[in-house]
């Protein structure tokens, strides 16, 4: 499997692996910035219990995440801790530091 497709598939799968009652009373929308093979735009709107992902950008995030496609593949099986990526400059974020510390607990990677 490519890069892109393991990317495609992590956001493909990120609605069923979404926990709604991680993201209780949360309106908020996230703009995922990965660079590199596989690298593209997305946004996550979560709002009323439900995350919705789409490619593209927003004008108006509450939170960006900038980083390398396959930190962002790590990431999310677990393979790598965003607070060492952060430390190490691998991950940039603007806006809420309180929903980029939230973001990786609104999700069961078992069915990611």
Do not use: C
Not at 5 to 33: G, R, S
Not at 56 to 80: F, Q
């Amino acid at each position: 499997m490519s890069v892109a497709d393991d990317v495609n598939e992590i956001f493909e799968k990120m609605p069923q692996a979404f926990l709604p009652e991680k993201a209780a009373n949360l309106n908020a929308t996230i703009q995922l910035e990965l660079s590199g093979e596989g690298g593209g735009d997305w946004v996550l709107k979560i709002a009323n219990g439900t995350i919705a992902v789409t490619p593209g950008r927003t004008s108006t995030p509450n939170l960006t995440l900038t980083m390398a496609a396959t930190d962002y593949i790590a990431l999310s099986r677990g393979e790598a801790n965003p607070v060492s990526l952060f430390m190490a400059g691998k991950i940039k974020l603007q806006g809420d530091m309180t929903l980029a510390m939230k973001f990786p607990d609104m999700f069961d990677r078992n069915k990611a």
